[in-house]
């Protein structure tokens, strides 16, 4: 089963968008204990009123912002005994600078059929020379962030990557050009 629209919604915030949610919810001077626990705090946000909280409302819709464009496909990883069955969803998708180098940035959020317990989300990276797409930055089942690395930055030692049908599919969406990619 593909994840709904809340599900994303929820995995985004609490992942990729929760930096940018924390920068537009500090005006509101929240106490650190209402957001130290990234999914709690995307599950706030996502249904605060209009009405009776405007400011966390709003500041989850404009950090939302990028999953509205995001495009998303569905594919097949073989695993031992069967195929496991994956929608990923890509809110960003561009290519950046760093330094004097050109490359591609994307963010990826993954979601396993059958269980939505599984998932993950990503930021990722390829720059010129680069075989494959290289995980930057991962995020544990908490929310919170594991690796985190910074966009172009040197990889010395041994790099994470994707699996290659999830590889396969971005270079797709870069082949593809802007629009969308279901």
């Not at 946000?45 to 819709?61: F, K, N, R, T």
């Not at 496909?73 to 929608?87: G, I």
């Not at 890509?90 to 993954?110: D, F, H, K, M, N």
């Amino acid at each position: 089963m593909p994840p709904d629209t809340h599900a994303q919604q929820h995995w985004y915030l609490a992942t990729l968008g929760h930096e940018a949610l924390l920068r537009e919810l500090a005006p509101l001077e929240l106490p650190a204990s209402a957001t130290q626990d990234p999914l709690a705090l995307a599950a706030r946000c996502l249904i605060a009123d209009p009405i009776g909280y405007p400011q966390a409302h709003q500041a989850a819709e404009r950090v939302l912002a990028p999953l509205h464009a995001a495009r998303t496909f569905t594919t097949t990883v073989p695993d031992e005994d069967n195929s496991l069955e994956h929608t990923g969803v890509v809110p960003v998708l561009e290519e950046r600078q760093a330094g004097a180098v050109t490359g591609w940035y994307a963010e990826l959020l993954l979601f396993e059929h059958g269980t939505l317990l599984n998932k993950a989300a990503y930021r990722l990276s390829r720059m010129p020379g680069d075989p494959t797409w290289i995980i930057d930055s991962d995020f544990q089942p908490s929310g919170h962030a594991g690796t985190l690395r910074p966009f172009g930055s040197r990889r010395p030692g041994r790099k994470r990557t994707l699996l290659p049908p999830f590889v396969a599919e971005l270079d797709r969406l870069i082949a593809q050009g802007p629009g969308s990619a279901t």
